[in-house]
Structures are given as structure tokens and as C-alpha cells.
């Protein structure tokens, strides 16, 4: 029997405690461990994987041992892929036995197989889990670490389960580059994300080859460069990752907004903005890009293209989320081509859009009553992402209340689920709060830049005024901007609501220049 094919597809628990001097303490006790494994294949020759009935390899390099006759029932179902069979005679079998036992690993491998092939996928991350951790058996070990490995390219997976618990973990030796790639780049992820920087460069520094780790250890590195203000060095790396060829898309991108925003901060727009519209991502997925590619043509004062990106945030997939700086850059454009009365339409439908939701922030009012704010919440990342893994777990559940198993089995995984979802909820709380501190900062922030926007807008028409009858610009005033034609050699198509991510590029905002017609923005 081969492997089934694997799935394509990628906060939290106290992180351990180590400090930043002890790498060479570590080296001691690798250079120990790996003694005491050359010592053991001389005494004890290893076993390769290929003589399992999963391995893709047609000639074994050893034979393995035969498997308990009481599994051979099981082994069938699953090659035959009676897959609720399988599942419970490998639970039969595991009932009472320790993990060193014989057969106990085989079976707890075949359990974790089975679920996945029944789209449980929760049930099979912890069998996995608790075969890498637990098990003597080299072979199944790294062959449940593969499995996890993949569920990680998963676009939610249990994050807490697998990289938190037990790769950040668990000290692993004698594993191929590619999983041994993946396992430094998860623990220097977590040592970055924990503040410690020598540990991971440590790890980072582990990582070989060029495949999707290596190239994401690269960013890591440059995004931590860039949190220590060393902008050259960060630039250098993400350019570096971005020359190489046959990069996975989903690396090119994270590379590409990276180097963008690097771009921006250094005032080189063009570049930024070349870099955003190279992006490749779902619709819903590209808010931040566009919105960032507008303020990157205002700052390089094409401003009528600006305008043209904002169009986006008037299509139905973008009204739930959480952009408010579009009020403030829509209201920035327009002053600057005096359209005052629109500017302050702008201003304004940042506080109906809003206000409701400052005014119970104001009063210390619980923003779960609120549907304007439970909206802003949950399209936010984090509890986005927390949301799509209950909504799996739920999911989940109950497609095993519609399977074929004894009761005592369905009883284990159904507790199995019901432990998940109650830490998966403990969570979101905590992710809850977390976002609600968060939206509170931008929201008062943004309410700020509101407020002086609207008294600038009236100090600059004030001061307009006040030149146009007493300064030198009142006689006679500059002519009136041209407006466009009925017809011409170009076309104009009147805006009927059509929304085309691929064509914003192509959008261009037709506004007149009022500041050169006093008689037109002294009435706007």
C-alpha cells in the first residue's frame, strides 16, 4: 500500500524559558547525543523506513520486523481503505498499551492515517503529535512528523498543537533537509517571536538548501533586521529572495509586500507600487495592498490614480473590513484639489461608519453588543483565522457523529474534539481582547487625524478667501480648469458600479482642480 497523497495547503501557551547564553551548553549535549547514536548504530543498526507498507520506495534497504498478527486485520482495512474499520481495529489494539510496547506505535500510526483519510484531521494532528513525542520507533516517528509537516501548508491548521507544543518542543535529531529545515524554521519563528534573537539565528543557521524554508528563514532574518533598523540589510535579503527562480507564490508574495513597505519608507514610490501591483492574491485578501498602493501614488502625488484605488473600497467584499485610513486619504485628495465640501463628505463617512462604535468605547460599553464592532473584530486576522479553525472543528464533529464506530471510540474522539474546542475558545478570548485594545488605538488615532483634517480644511478655504478678495490673486483670477469634453478623441465611461480587481490599475479619478476656480470651490 503507498501513502495517500498529501494535502496541499499553512497564539497561546507560556513559551519556554531559556536565555540567550546557553547555545553552547546545547552544542555539548548534541555532540553527546550524537555519540551515543553512532555508539547505538554500531551496536544496533537502524531501521529504514522503506520496509513499511506506506513507503514509496520499491526496494527496502532492510526488511522490517513482521507486525503483530493482531494488527494484520487492520493493515488490510487500511490498504484496502476501509477506513472506519481500520480506524477501529487499531483502536482495539492501542486500548492498554504503553507507548514502548510492540505494535503500540504501528497502531497509533494506522489510528492517526485513518482519521485523516475520514477528514478528521484534528483527531489525526494529535495521534501524529503523540507518535513524534512519545514513540521509540525512529521510522514512524519521522514518518508522523512528514504528516504534520503537511498539514502545516494547510490554510489553518492547529498551530498551538504542532509548532508550539511540540517543535518548539522537542530537541530532533537525524531527520532529511526538508524536515529538518522545517523544524529549525518554526523554532527560530517562535524564538523571534519570544525575543530571542541568538537562538534563533542559531536555528536559521541549521536551515541548508534553497526550498520553501530556506527562502522563508531569509525573510525572517530580514524582517528582523528591520526591526532593529538596519533597513540596508533587510532590503538586501528580500531582494535576495526575490531573484531566485522558482519561487513558491505565496513566499514571492510575503517577499514582495515586505520590500514594498521597505520601498515606501524610503520614499522610493514607483518601486513600492510596482511591487504591490505584482502581488498575486485572492480579492479579498488584497485590502492592505491596495490601500497601501494608494498612499503610495498620493506620495508620489499622482493623486487621481489614488483616487482610482480607493474605488475598491466601495465593492461589497471590501465594506466589512477594518480600513479607516481610506476616509482619511480619500478626504486628503480631495483637499488637495479644494473640494472642501467633499473632503468633509469624507470626514463624515468615517464618523457614520465609526461613530457609533467610539461613542461606546467612550463609555466603557462591552463592544460585543455592538454589530458595527463585532464586525470590525471579526474580520481582523487573528480572530479571522481563530474563527475558520473552530468553524473546521465544527465541521469536523460532525462528520464523526455520522461514522461507523463502536461507542467507546466515538466516545474518545468526540471528548478529543470537545477538549479542542474548549481551548480553541479560551483562545479567541484572548485573542478577543487582544484586538479590541488594538482597534481602540487605531480608531482614536484615526478620529484624531479626522478632527484636524476638518479644521484644516476650513483654515485652508478660510485662507482661499481671504487671498482671492484681498491678495493679488482676486483680480481677475486664474482661468477655470477645463473640464472633459462630451466628446473627444478619448472616451468616458460613466462608473456603474462595476468592481474588477485586475483593472485597478487602469482606474483613473476624472476631478477638476477647483483651486484654480475660486467661483467653483467657494460654492463646493
Not at 208 to 215: K, L, N, V
Not at 504 to 509: C, G, N, R, S
Request: with cysteine; proline share 4%.
Amino acid at each position: 500500500m503507498t501513502r495517500n497523497d498529501r494535502d496541499a495547503a499553512e497564539e497561546l501557551l507560556p513559551p519556554r524559558q531559556k536565555t540567550e547564553g546557553r547555545i553552547p551548553g546545547r552544542q555539548k549535549a548534541f555532540r553527546r547525543v550524537f555519540f551515543i547514536l553512532l555508539l547505538l548504530s554500531v551496536l544496533w543498526p537502524g531501521r529504514d523506513a522503506s520496509g513499511w507498507f506506506w513507503s514509496k520506495k520499491k526496494e527496502p534497504v532492510q526488511e522490517q520486523p513482521p507486525a503483530p498478527e493482531e494488527l494484520t486485520p487492520a493493515l488490510r482495512d487500511l490498504e484496502e481503505e476501509r477506513w472506519e474499520k481500520a480506524l477501529e481495529g487499531f483502536w482495539q489494539f492501542r486500548q492498554g498499551k504503553q507507548a514502548h510496547e510492540e505494535g503500540a506505535a504501528l497502531a497509533e500510526f494506522g489510528l492517526a492515517r485513518a482519521c485523516l483519510a475520514l477528514g478528521l484531521k484534528q483527531a489525526a494532528t494529535e495521534y501524529f503529535v503523540d507518535l513524534v513525542r512519545d514513540s521509540m520507533d525512529m521510522d514512524l516517528s519521522v514518518l508522523a512528523l512528514e504528516a504534520l509537516e503537511a498539514l502545516t501548508h494547510e490554510e489553518v491548521f492547529d498551530e498551538e498543537t504542532i509548532v508550539e507544543e511540540l517543535i518548539y518542543e522537542k530537541e530532533f535529531s537525524a531527520l532529511d533537509v526538508n524536515l529538518s529545515n522545517f523544524v529549525h524554521y518554526y523554532q527560530a519563528w517562535m524564538d523571534y517571536r519570544n525575543g530571542y534573537p541568538r537562538w534563533a539565528e542559531y536555528h536559521l543557521g541549521k536551515i541548508e538548501g534553497e526550498d520553501s524554508y530556506s527562502y522563508r528563514a531569509k525573510i525572517l532574518r530580514a524582517l528582523w533586521a528591520l526591526k532593529e533598523d538596519d533597513v540596508a540589510r533587510c532590503r538586501s535579503g528580500l531582494e535576495e529572495v526575490l531573484e531566485a527562480p522558482d519561487l513558491d507564490k505565496t513566499v514571492r508574495n510575503e517577499a514582495k509586500k515586505s520590500l514594498a513597505r521597505v520601498l515606501y519608507e524610503q520614499e522610493d514610490f514607483e518601486g513600492a507600487y510596482r511591487l504591490y501591483r505584482e502581488i498575486e492574491a485572492p480579492e479579498t485578501d488584497l485590502a492592505d495592498v491596495i490601500l497601501e498602493e494608494a498612499w503610495a501614488k498620493f506620495r508620489e502625488e499622482d493623486l487621481r490614480k489614488a483616487m482610482g484605488l480607493l474605488v475598491a473600497f466601495s465593492a461589497p467584499s471590501f465594506q466589512q473590513l477594518f480600513k479607516p485610513e481610506q476616509f482619511i486619504l480619500r478626504a486628503l485628495i480631495y483637499m488637495q484639489f479644494c473640494h472642501y465640501q467633499a473632503a468633509q463628505s469624507a470626514l463624515d463617512d468615517f464618523h457614520s461608519r465609526y461613530g457609533e462604535t467610539l461613542n461606546r468605547i467612550r463609555h466603557r460599553e462591552d463592544l460585543s453588543q455592538d454589530p458595527g464592532a463585532v464586525r470590525i473584530l471579526e474580520s481582523t486576522q487573528s480572530i479571522a483565522r481563530t474563527d475558520a479553525y473552530l468553524r473546521n472543528l465544527g465541521a469536523e464533529a460532525l462528520r464523526l457523529e455520522k461514522l461507523q464506530l463502536s461507542e467507546p471510540l466515538k466516545k474518545e474522539l468526540q471528548r478529543m474534539y470537545g477538549l479542542e474546542k474548549v481551548r480553541a475558545d479560551r483562545r479567541r478570548e484572548r485573542e478577543w481582547e487582544r484586538e479590541v485594545q488594538y482597534v481602540k488605538k487605531v480608531l482614536f488615532d484615526s478620529e484624531e487625524q479626522v478632527n484636524l483634517l476638518t479644521y484644516e480644511a476650513g483654515v485652508n478655504r478660510y485662507e482661499k478667501v481671504r487671498k482671492m478678495y484681498y491678495g493679488q490673486e482676486g483680480e481677475g483670477g486664474p482661468e477655470s480648469a477645463k473640464k472633459v469634453p462630451a466628446l473627444s478623441t478619448n472616451t468616458y465611461y460613466r462608473f456603474r458600479g462595476e468592481f474588477w480587481t485586475d483593472e485597478l490599475d487602469d482606474y483613473t479619478f476624472f476631478i477638476e482642480d477647483y483651486c484654480q476656480s475660486p467661483k467653483e470651490w467657494t460654492q463646493n
